[in-house]
């Protein structure tokens, strides 16, 4: 016997005697002396659908980049005088020149996020092609 198959008839004979002893002992004596959580069995048994649970919304963290923040440091991580740089060379670049945007783990997280976004645009395009000569 498989112990997917075992574990399928203990949970119906724990259930058998789980009815049975709640006729005589009452429920919550019977879940006690089988050792069943009584939130188990009533999520078990449960006559209607699940409740609905409400979507929270993420909230935005409050020393974010504001949207226009991060535009701009796009933009600057993007232009091509930084083309061929880090963006750890970018920051020391900046900074040499008197220019805080972010920190630096702020446009390398911007940088790979980008990179991300790109790629799963790219790979969310390309269509498979179905070779109906073989």
Same mark, same amino acid.
């Given at each position: 016997?498989?112990?997917?198959?075992?574990?399928?008839?203990?949970?119906?004979?724990?259930?058998?005697?789980?009815?049975?002893?709640?006729?005589?002992?009452?429920?919550?004596?019977?879940?006690?002396?089988?050792?069943?959580?009584?939130?188990?069995?009533? *999520?078990?048994?449960?006559?209607?659908?699940?409740?609905?649970?409400?979507? !929270?919304? =993420?909230?935005?963290?409050?020393? $974010?980049? &504001?949207?226009?923040?991060?535009?701009?440091?796009?933009?600057?991580?993007?232009?091509?005088?930084?083309?061929?740089?880090?963006?750890?060379?970018?920051?020391?670049?900046?900074?040499? *020149?008197?220019?805080?945007?972010?920190?630096?783990?702020?446009?390398?997280? !911007?940088? =790979?996020?980008?990179?991300?976004? $790109?790629? &799963?645009?790219?790979?969310?395009?390309?269509?498979?092609?179905?070779?109906?000569?073989?």
């Amino acid at each position: 016997m498989t112990e997917a198959r075992f574990a399928a008839v203990f949970d119906a004979a724990r259930d058998q005697a789980l009815e049975e002893l709640t006729g005589l002992a009452g429920r919550v004596r019977a879940c006690t002396a089988l050792g069943v959580s009584r939130a188990t069995y009533y *999520r078990h048994h449960r006559q209607s659908p699940a409740p609905a649970r409400p979507r !929270r919304e =993420r909230r935005r963290h409050p020393r $974010a980049l &504001a949207p226009e923040e991060e535009i701009r440091v796009l933009d600057v991580l993007h232009s091509p005088e930084f083309a061929d740089m880090a963006p750890t060379e970018i920051y020391a670049v900046l900074l040499d *020149r008197g220019v805080y945007l972010c920190s630096e783990s702020t446009s390398e997280e !911007r940088t =790979r996020a980008a990179v991300d976004k $790109a790629y &799963a645009d790219q790979s969310a395009d390309a269509q498979p092609q179905i070779d109906e000569a073989a």
